[in-house]
Nanobody, 118 residues
Framework: QVQLVESGGGLVQAGGSLRLSCSAS????????VGWYRQAPGKQRELVAA???????RYADSVKGRFAISRDNAKNAVYLQMNSLKPEDTAVYYC????????????WGQGTQVTVSS
């Protein structure tokens, strides 16, 4: 059974930073594409960042230069470092696995709330 568990969300002021973590059981991250998606109230879920098996990454235009996705193969974990946060980054952030750089896979975490105050 595949389980993805996110952590690291919280409340932060605009301009601040947060680091989200996604740990997994039942699936090996280094041989799968892993992505971070987010969903704000009243909006569709959208891709934030994704990382492929060989390290190729993709970012939403809105987070380029501010967010960085990385993977720790030894810990079977994926991280999202979020800097220079803006109020519009407020959303529930979800970890996703087994998709592609452009589309989500079958496996989702439960989500972690990120709230950026102005």
């Amino acid at each position: 059974q595949v389980q993805l568990v996110e952590s690291g969300g919280g409340l932060v002021q605009a301009g601040g930073s947060l680091r989200l973590s996604c740990s997994a059981s039942g699936i090996i991250f280094r041989i799968n594409t892993v992505g971070w998606y987010r969903q704000a109230p009243g909006k569709q879920r959208e891709l934030v960042a994704a990382i492929q098996t060989y390290g190729t990454t993709r970012y939403a235009d809105s987070v380029k230069g501010r967010f960085a996705i990385s993977r720790d193969n030894a810990k079977n974990a994926v991280y999202l470092q979020m800097n220079s946060l803006k109020p519009e980054d407020t959303a529930v952030y979800y970890c996703n696995a087994a998709g592609t750089l452009g589309n989500p896979g079958h496996y989702w975490g439960q989500g972690t709330q990120v709230t950026v105050s102005s």
